[in-house]
Nanobody, 123 residues
């Protein structure tokens, strides 16, 4: 599985951004996809995850507490990108955002990561 993020950038506090994650390769075994972020000097943390529900459908599974209803994770099916719609952004949201996919393999679940996309929120 290969993952490629896009959509990051510089935005003012209160603004919005939509991140995209395109998955390629053997994507049919993906069980969960998610967005994580890592700010300078901090550990990588989960932002939101979506779980495969069969038939190619994904539904939102979990959000971090700090999201507080500001972000929405969405993926229509296993042929479309996964999105993270972010609104009411705060300077604390500044981080590199990574796309993650957990797929079933013959040797057990395996995590895949994208290269990350920078989100910078100015005050």
């Amino acid at each position: 599985v290969q993952l490629a993020e896009s959509g990051g950038g510089l935005v003012q506090a209160g603004g919005s951004l939509r991140l995209s994650c395109a998955a390629s390769g053997t994507t049919g075994n993906i069980m969960v996809m998610g967005w994580y972020r890592q700010a300078p000097g901090k550990q990588r943390e989960m932002v939101a995850t979506a779980r495969a529900r069969g038939g190619g459908r994904f539904t939102a599974n979990s959000y971090a507490e700090f999201v507080s209803g500001r972000f929405t994770i969405a993926r229509d099916n296993d042929r479309t990108p996964m999105y993270l719609q972010m609104s009411r952004l705060k300077p604390d949201d500044t981080a590199v955002y990574f796309c993650n996919a957990r797929a079933a393999t013959t040797s057990g679940p395996r995590d895949y990561w994208g290269q990350g996309t920078q989100v910078t929120v100015s005050s």
